[in-house]
């Protein structure tokens, strides 16, 4: 079995063929190495094998481990379904939040991030393959939501997330990667105030690559780092 070293060497590399294979830049594709259900020990790990960008999906469990690690640690992102009532912890916890999906979320973490004097980064989250089983905005939502978070001061609208259906065929995946990029476009083209649409966050251990080839900024990878879960 490789090491979670070797694991993260690997997928930097693949990252850096992949980006230069479709003439984009390396620099601009973050790996985020996502740890939920991994013990402190093994994030540590991680992070001194390089992973500055770390992703967690619940917030009690991230909290725990964020505290036993130290926040400055890592640049921690939340990448998992969250409730309003648990926003206040993302905000204090976090630097991206990746899953707003309701204006009522918004107005949330906005409200929380003004009480500690913080502008929090955000990404709204697509259901892109409009599953029953997935959170996410619709693009027409997603449109209006953007109208609706300019005027919050204390969020900073950096961009796009989805998670589309698992194929094990990577390139089945590549139509609801493009579908996003549109969707970016769209939201860019409306010129709205105080609104970035620099990221996209997509791509996990399986389809990555192809999330690359079609503008991801932000990978998400769990499995290929640490290994399978539970
Ligand atoms: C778990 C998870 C990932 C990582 O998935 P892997 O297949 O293990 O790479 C990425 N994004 C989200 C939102 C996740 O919940």
Redesign the pocket.
Known sequence: MSSIKENIDNINKQIFDTAISCGRKPEDIQLIA?S?KKNSDTILEGIKAGACHL?E?YIQEAIDKINLIGKDKACWHF??HLQSNKAKFAVQYFEYI??VDTVKLAKEINKQAEKINKVQKILLQVNIAQEETKSGANTKEAIDLVKQLCSLTNLSLQGLMC?PPYFSDPEQARIYFKQLFQIKEKIIANQFDNVSMKHLSMG???DFKVAIQEGATMV?????IFGS?N
Do not use: D, L, P, Q
């Open positions: 996502v939920k992703g999906n990448i998992g990746h899953t998670m996990m251990s399986n998400r990878v769990g499995t290929a879960r």
